[in-house]
């Protein structure tokens, strides 16, 4: 039995949206300057040291259609996963100019569309299931670079900022609280260096909501909504 996922669209002019269904391991869609990409799970639950492979895909945010696969050479496709990379828990970011970064739990997957290739980093490569981390909602920042929560096997929560190209982090800001790895909402403001961040409260289901100001490394405000509130986005006027 395939079970597919729905795609939302929404039309901020005119108030509109669509509904579409694609297949359920095409996850973190990634717009790049005028084009769209989607990450597609050829392995979507590959298990602590097993192989796990992908493709970078073409996308349409407009009615969810997906193209053709990227002409990235079959060994930087795949890499042998040391922690989880299952398609429930990848987000994504862009730099605008031609790089897509996807994230899952310790794995940084970095596609240049420019040149079509991919190289993998592993931002924890002691994990264990005693002595672990997961990395998600990822975020693009022009002076920071790329933007993260952690959550470790302490329960610890913070926001990190992440070096692609070493593959090491530094913690910003400590997060109060839990946060739902798997229910959960964030995006960047530049201009303000503005972090943020909505994350589910099983226990009655509301929304806890921060603003990080990463000026100052600090928490500007914080609420919590009734509903779980969740597709958070900034846009510029």
């Not at 696969?69 to 990848?90: D, R, T």
């Amino acid at each position: 039995m395939i079970i597919n996922e729905v795609y939302y669209s929404f039309n901020l002019s005119d108030l509109t949206s669509a509904e579409n269904t694609i297949a359920p391991e095409m996850v973190a869609p990634v717009i790049n300057g005028n084009n769209a990409y989607i990450i597609e799970m050829v392995t979507p639950y590959p298990n602590m040291g097993e192989s796990a492979s992908f493709e970078i895909r073409e996308f349409s945010p407009l009615n969810g259609n997906i193209g053709n696969a990227l002409p990235i050479s079959a060994n930087e496709k795949s890499f042998v996963n040391n922690s989880s990379f299952h398609q429930e828990i990848i987000s994504s970011a862009s730099n605008g100019t031609g790089e897509l970064y996807f994230i899952g739990a310790t794995n940084l997957i970095i596609v240049n569309t420019n040149s079509n290739t991919a190289t993998h980093v592993d931002l924890y490569p002691s994990f264990t299931w005693d002595n672990w981390m997961t990395f998600q909602g990822l975020e693009y920042s022009e002076s920071l670079g790329l933007l993260a929560t952690r959550r470790n096997s302490t329960n610890q929560f913070d926001i990190v900022q992440i070096d692609p190209q070493s593959g090491t982090f530094t913690e910003l800001v400590t997060i109060p609280g839990n946060l739902n790895t798997e229910f959960y909402s964030t995006t960047y403001n530049e201009c303000t260096k503005t972090f943020y961040l909505t994350t589910l409260k099983t226990s009655d289901w509301s929304a806890d909501y921060y603003e990080i100001n990463l000026n100052n490394n600090s928490i500007s405000n914080t609420q919590n909504f009734s509903n779980y509130t969740y597709g958070l986005e900034v846009i510029d006027n």
